[in-house]
């Protein structure tokens, strides 16, 4: 798994799966879901990073493992 903050697009990718990407689908505005040939998510976009978190949350990125 892989976590990508792309400041300069003011985007965030999690990237699920290595398999190639065969459809992406605009779920909600600026939310965006990789499929691949077998239509399991591989891949999660999430655009206008800004307008949905303050500075101070961008900053931290905290993961949680059970």
């Known amino acids: 798994m892989r976590l990508k903050v792309d400041r300069e ?3 965030l990718y999690l ?25 399991k998510v591989v891949g999660i976009e999430i655009l ?3 307008a949905r978190m303050s500075p ?4 931290v990125i905290q ?4």
């Open 15 to 39: 990237r699920l799966d290595e398999a190639e990407i065969a459809e992406s689908e605009e779920v909600q505005p600026g939310v965006i879901l990789d499929f691949d040939k077998d239509n």
């Open 63 to 66: 993961v949680e493992t059970g």
């Open 48 to 50: 206008s990073l800004s």
């Open 56 to 59: 101070e949350e961008l900053r």
């Open 9 to 11: 697009n003011d985007a």
